[in-house]
Structures are given as C-alpha cells and as structure tokens.
C-alpha cells in the first residue's frame, strides 16, 4: 500500500484528557478518536491492528475446534430475567425500551443468548460437545470510562461458550480453550501471565485471567519465580506467617494512645514493629424477611495483622459473609463496641460479635489491639487468656511480596498486569436457570456443562501498548503492528533512482506477502521517521540517493537505536530473515 492511498493523521500533543500511555499514543498516532465518554471511532490505522489482533483469534479458536456465529448487540430483556441478572447487573448493564415499550439490553456479554441458542439446537448427547465463538461489539455503562479504549464504555470482546454432558467432558473443553489462549498470546508477541482468578459474578467455579504484563496494570499478579504458581491477588492463597502460637510473656496492659488512630501511628508511639499490632474492620450482614425489610442484623470484626489488608473477596466466600456484606455504620459501630473506629478490638466488646481472624492473627501472641475506648489500645493481648478464641480462622488478607509461596515452592512476588482474557468454568450456572437441556444415552434430560471463554479484543491494543513503547512512541510487535515494513525514500519526488528503487522493494515485499507501505507522501526525513516511530511500525528501510550511490539502503527496527547500512541486493534477505518467511 502507499501512504497517499491511505489516511495518516497524527498529532505532536495528546489531547488534555488523555491520561495513560497507550491513551496518549493511541490518539496522537490517529488510531482513535474520541466520539462520546468511553466511546470512540478507530480510525483506519488503529482498525489495521484490530482486525490482525481478531484474524489470530479466529485461526487458533478454529484450530480448538470453536465454530463461530454471530449474535445480535440488542437483546430481549426476557432472556437475561430468566437468570435474574436484568436486576442483578446493576446500572452498567444499559436498557432500552422499543416503540412498543418492551425491554432490551445492549449486551455487555451473551452467556444466557448463547444458551437459548443451545437450549433449541442441542438436543441430544450425540451433539455434544460444542462450542460456539462470536466477535462482538460489547457495551458496559462504566460509572467512570477512563484511560482511553482501556476502560471504555463501548469495546469488541471475542466470548466463547462450550457446552458438555457432564464435568470430565467440560474439563476437556476448559483446558482446549485455556491451550489455544496461551496460543493466541504467544502469537500476538505480548508479555504474559496465565493466573488463577476468582469468578467474579459471571459465577463458576474454575477460572484463569490473561494478564499483559505492564507497570500501569490495574491488577496485582501474584506469581512464584521458583514454581508455576500464578495467581490474582484476589484469590492468591496467604498462609499463616507464624507457625504456632507462642506463649503469652507480657501481661494484658490498657494503654494510652492519644489521637494514634492506625496501627502504624500505635506502632510508632509505642516503639514496635508494625506486625505486633492487629488491625479490626468491621461488617454486617442483614437478614431480610419476606418483604424485604431488614430483620436481623448480624455484626462482624474481622482482624487482620497491621502491616496487612483485608481481602473483601475472600472474605465473601465465608460461611455467613457469602450471601452478601458491607461495611457496618457508625451507628452499628458505637452500638457494639461503645467507641468510634481507630480504637476497635475484639476484646470487652459491648455487644456480641462475630469474631474472624486470620490465619497470621490467629498464632499471634503479646499483640496490640485496639481498647474499644478512645485514645487507647491494648498491648499483651493474648488468646484464651485475654478474649475467647476466634469464631473463624481463614485466610482473609492480600498477600504481600516475601509471603511464602503456597505450593512451598519459594517466596512470592507481584507485578502488574491488564486483563485481556479470562476463560471459566460455569458448569450449570445457565443451563440449569434456562433449562438447557439434553437427553442422555438413557433418554433423560440433563443440564448441559458450561464454560466461557472471553478476550478483550480492542483493550489488547492499548494493553499491548503500555508493555511496548518508548519516548518516540509505540512499538507494535509485528504480528499485530498495523504496517510491518515501511519504506521510506527521501526525495522521491526528485530521483527517479529513488523512485524505481522504492518501488521495486516495495512491489517485491507485497510479493511475499509482507504487509508493506511505501511513504510516498514527500514529507521532510524528520517529519516522516518521526511519524512512523509514533505508529511503531517495527522494520523501516530508508533508501536515498546518497546511500543508492554506494549501493546501500539503511534499515532499522524499531526496538533498535541505530540504524544499519545494508547493501540494496540483501535487503529483501534481510527482511525475510527478521520476519521468519
């Protein structure tokens, strides 16, 4: 292709209201422009980038044995009230009403249309297994879109769905889609984690998040140098810190602390270290009677260490808190512990609570906690001795870098990462809300086991982008770039030994099937590297007449400083070498 053929718009600034790298670049490269809050037209370079991301995608689902369709943005209320998630979704799933007021959403994701599809053609177990695909455009009403295409309102996500006759054969299906994800990565040339996830409220019970490693991820990742162990730190396992409980050595002493608040000012007053001290939070849950009105509340202190933070995931998996929690009220605060938060502890407490503690908390021994009374803390507080033993133990905190790794492997660390892809497990989560069913070799109906399997197509670009750039711009791995090659001739308009000499590389890469653009456009070298480096086209070839004199052309690649002379016969050679054809 040529560039007078095409549409290159970039900017030297990124627009005031681009805030992360890939937003900045993204809008100054003229792949995208902003139409609405979180909704944007992806211009002609940006869409070159889409549509190889999804050409990837299509090969290795087909390749696992997906078939694709296509299902429709607008759907029937009705199907996403028979699993009760119209109302459950809350306001980021967008309805609409037509002309003759009956309900519609614009899909964020397709599990219970998929499952009506399923429900009508799979009949029998002889059908079994499927597993359909779609690339589709998703709308997600974000209370706050941000951080350009990253967490944009509008996106296109390639969802998969599988469906089984029972557990082993889903298991198969999960691990197919799990294979042909590290595939789809590997060739999109991204630094990656494969990590296990928590399910979140597509629900389930087996998942795997795909982070892009990039310093500006929103997720922590938590993974072991020494093992295969990989998770998010929503589920990452922390094992308790303190083998066993020592022996009480101080005695239960009611301390002042004026205005020290948190563990680490009480730390600091007191000349401890911070894992001496026990930090409280306070839940509630409610319990509602037939009309919907509260009937009992149910008040609960969970302690954690003070250098630690609570896992509100894993606290919703709690026998008790899984139904659902919040953070209890002032009022329900003063009402049980008789003080204001800062100073609250498990001990003396003014009205029963349920008391959950960590497993670190649990072996701790001569801790600081707080007094239930302003301006004071309790050091020497010791189990059994001091207050009862906890009601629960669990592990309710985020682990932290140094934590030991819980296969005892080695220790972890963590590094940021953008969720591009997460496949699940649902097993009968739909079938069974939809009655989706198929008839057994006996005859009998049962409900199809499910899974889903989901990649943020657009969000790879800009997460691609944050892990691959530099000062002068993005810098595409070639799978995905939206050119591979340029070549760039200077003075072309002038030499018609530039001109022929361009034209003749250009026409013999197209021949090779290189994705190649000649820059015919007669712009200045300056203006013209500096345009192709912000785009992040990998391979440049810049051919001039100086250089056409001694035989010469200069490549260079992207991710290099310099570029290098090469003789004009190699440069095919070269190129085909760096490309692997």
């Not at 082993?168 to 789809?184: D, F, L, P, T, V």
């Not at 009480?248 to 000012?265: E, I, N, R, S, V």
Request: charged fraction near 30%; proline fraction near 4%.
């Amino acid at each position: 292709m040529k560039a007078s053929q095409f549409f290159i718009s970039t900017l030297k600034e990124a627009p005031a209201d681009a805030e992360v790298v890939s937003h900045k670049l993204m809008m100054r490269a003229g792949m995208i422009k902003r139409l609405g809050a979180g909704i944007y037209n992806y211009m002609p370079m940006g869409l070159r980038v889409i549509r190889k991301v999804e050409a990837i995608i299509r090969e290795e689902m087909n390749r696992a044995g997906a078939v694709e369709l296509l299902m429709p943005i607008v759907q029937p209320a009705e199907l996403w009230q028979e699993t009760g998630r119209f109302d459950k979704m809350g306001p980021e799933l967008l309805r609409v009403k037509d002309r003759h007021e009956r309900d519609f959403i614009i899909q964020p994701t397709s599990e219970e249309v998929i499952t009506d599809i399923a429900r009508q053609e799979l009949r029998s177990y002889k059908q079994l297994p499927k597993n359909f695909y779609h690339i589709q455009t998703k709308f997600r009403d974000e209370r706050r879109p941000r951080f350009g295409i990253m967490r944009g309102r509008e996106f296109t996500m390639k969802d998969a769905y599988s469906f089984d006759r029972d557990k082993e054969a889903a298991g198969r299906s999960y691990e197919a889609m799990y294979g042909a994800y590290c595939k789809i990565f590997d060739r999109l040339g991204l630094e990656y984690r494969a990590v296990a996830a928590d399910t979140g409220a597509i629900g389930g019970d087996r998942s795997h998040e795909f982070q892009v490693i990039a310093e500006t991820g929103e997720d922590a990742i938590v993974y072991c140098p020494d093992s295969d162990f990989a998770a998010n730190i929503e589920l990452a396992e922390a094992v308790a810190l303190i083998a066993t409980r020592g022996a009480a050595t101080q005695a239960l002493a009611k301390t002042p602390t004026p205005g020290k608040a948190t563990c680490a000012d009480v730390a600091q007053l007191l000349k401890l270290d911070l894992t001496q001290t026990v930090k409280s939070l306070v839940l509630a849950t409610d319990e509602l009677d037939e009309r919907g009105d509260i009937k009992k509340t149910t008040v609960w202190l969970l302690l954690v260490r003070g250098d630690h933070e609570l896992n509100e995931v894993k606290a919703g998996k709690l026998e008790g808190l899984k139904g659902g929690f919040r953070f209890a009220t002032v009022a329900e605060i003063d009402e049980h512990f008789g003080c204001k938060p800062g100073y609250l502890g498990p001990i003396a407490t003014k009205k029963p609570v349920k008391v959950v503690a960590d497993r670190t908390v649990a072996n701790m021994a001569d801790f600081v906690c707080g007094a239930n009374e302003a301006d004071f803390h309790y050091t020497g507080a010791n189990w059994g001795r001091d207050l009862p033993e906890p009601d629960l133990i669990a592990d309710i905190r985020n682990v932290v870098a140094g934590d030991p790794s819980p296969d005892g492997k080695g220790l972890l660390a963590i590094q940021r990462g953008i969720e591009v892809g997460h496949v699940f497990y649902l097993g009968t989560k739909y079938s069974a809300a939809m009655g989706a069913n198929f008839l057994d070799e006996g005859g009998k109906p049962q409900p199809m086991e499910m899974g889903c399997y989901g990649i943020g197509v657009t969000r790879i670009l800009g997460a691609a982008i944050e892990q691959n750039h530099d000062a002068r711009g993005i810098v595409w791995p070639d799978a995905i770039a939206p050119f591979t090659v340029v070549v760039c001739p200077i003075g072309m308009d002038r030499s018609e030994e530039v001109k022929a000499a361009a034209t003749q590389l250009h026409e013999e890469l197209q021949a090779l099937g290189v994705d190649v653009l000649l820059d015919d456009r007669g712009e200045r070298p300056g203006a013209m590297f500096a345009d192709w480096e912000l785009v992040g086209v990998p391979h440049r070839v810049v051919i001039s007449d100086r250089g056409l004199k001694e035989g010469q052309v200069e490549y260079q690649g992207r991710r290099e400083a310099e570029a290098s002379k090469l003789a004009l016969a190699d440069v095919v050679g070269h190129l085909k070498a760096q490309l692997k054809l």
